[in-house]
């Protein structure tokens, strides 16, 4: 007991289910900026609130539950505490963190525990990037996806995380307090009230792109130099994508005006004639079939009509736009590939898939947006985020 007194910290592995990972992979790979430090990227709740993407906190919210309670009961300080911040946090090649605690600075001091799941794993999806604390047991942890590690955020837990070699590390992280005034439910209720409001009566679901900055990588982050890539345009690319703006745009249009533009997806020298209102929206369909393909039902899909060849002009165009939008390519590759040299390629793809794909999307959006209407009362009333069982 002596050792948990010094190092208050608890390891559980698979305390997600292998689903959850994922689908918190499908949110962050569709809706991440670019994040606080060079090299990171985050999806944030208050984010997915600002973007149009209210129900996309559903997810986390029995996630969050879980994990509450787990910290709880092992610390021994129930009913005491509120979730600072909840966040996906992705680091990508060259980041990482030397010895630490999470309290370690001014506006930081509100923090009394941390909770870190892994989302993806050491050596399959990233190397690089182990977890170390300074003293105590364990002493190293090698991510694994579904494992969370729970700590205080004070000296007692000192600990650092190796520099990223390739890849992309995922996490979901949180952070716990005792000072109500930092309770982050009571803040997201507050923006979700007023969203959900102006939502309801536009009535749509399909994401809003933030401002144009915030999907901006470039090498040196606090720079003016523009030498970088759109994140949303890169993560199509990467898994072997490219999109056509629907309409005429002029080359060297600014780039927070691309963002909002309708597009059509292309593979290849193949689009498909369907329109997506904006880059983000085909970001989501893409990375849902990603989570979702070996699942969806695709032998009655029919196909004809809308699978169509690119002209040249096509082609050209959308040349011209990558250059504006990934004007340094190699960098790509070498911040979200694992294995930069291989050929970009998504391993599962077809027409058939992505049609399918579009329909299960929409069918999975509905759903949440059904359920965070159905909640947001309670939460109101409440001034807390919980699951509610219908019915109750
Ligand atoms: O991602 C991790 O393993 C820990 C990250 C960390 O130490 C932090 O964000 O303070
Ligand atoms: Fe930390």
């Known amino acids: ?50 973007t149009n993407s209210s129900h996309l906190i559903i997810p986390f919210i029995p996630i969050r539950e879980r ?3 787990k910290l709880e009961e092992f610390f021994g300080c129930e009913y005491e505490l509120f979730i600072e911040f909840t966040g996906l946090i992705s680091w990508t090649k060259g980041s990482s963190i030397g010895w630490h605690s999470d309290d370690n600075r001014p506006y930081l001091k509100q923090r009394d525990y941390a909770a870190v799941c892994y ?31 729970m700590y205080t955020a004070d000296q007692r837990n000192i ?42 009566m536009a009535d749509s679901s399909l994401p809003w792109p933030a401002s144009s900055s915030m999907y901006w990588f470039s090498v040196e982050q606090a720079s003016e130099q523009q030498l970088g890539f759109n994140i949303c345009w890169a993560r199509l690319q990467v898994l072997g994508y490219d999109i056509c703006l629907s309409q005429d745009v002029d080359c060297d249009s600014d780039v927070s005006e691309l963002l909002i533009k309708p597009v059509r997806l292309v593979r290849g ?18 990375h849902f079939y990603r989570w979702k393909a070996s699942t969806l039902q695709t032998r009655e899909v029919n196909i004809d009509k809308k699978i169509t060849k690119l002209s040249e002009m096509q082609k050209q165009k959308i040349n011209g736009l990558k250059s504006v939008v990934l004007n340094d390519a190699g960098l790509v590759a070498r911040v979200f590939c694992r294995f930069p040299s291989e050929e970009i390629v998504c391993i599962h793809f077809d027409w058939k898939g992505i049609v399918a794909a579009v329909k299960a999307w929409e069918d999975y959006t509905s759903t949440l947006i059904k359920q965070i209407h159905f909640l947001l009362p309670y939460w109101t009333t409440h001034q807390s985020m919980y699951n509610v069982q219908v019915g109750e």
């Open 1 to 50: 007991m002596a050792d948990l007194d010094e190092h208050p910290r608890l390891f559980i592995s698979n305390f997600l289910s292998i689903d959850e990972c994922k689908e918190l992979e499908f949110i962050h790979k569709s809706c991440s900026t670019v994040g606080y430090r060079p090299n990171v990227f985050s999806t944030t709740l208050s984010h997915l609130i600002a």
């Open 67 to 69: 994990l509450k309670d």
């Open 119 to 149: 989302l993806n794993c050491y050596e399959t999806d990233f190397s690089g990037g182990l977890f170390h604390f300074l003293d105590g047991e364990p002493t190293s942890i090698m991510p694994m996806a579904g494992d969370v590690v």
């Open 159 to 200: 600990h650092s995380v190796d520099e990223i070699i390739d890849g992309e590390r995922l996490t979901l992280t949180l952070w716990f307090s005792r000072d109500s005034s930092h309770d982050e439910d009571a803040k997201l209720i507050s923006l979700l009230s007023q969203n959900l409001l102006h939502d309801k």
């Open 269 to 286: 020298n193949e689009m498909l004639e369907q329109e997506f209102v904006n880059i983000l929206h085909v970001l989501q369909v893409v």
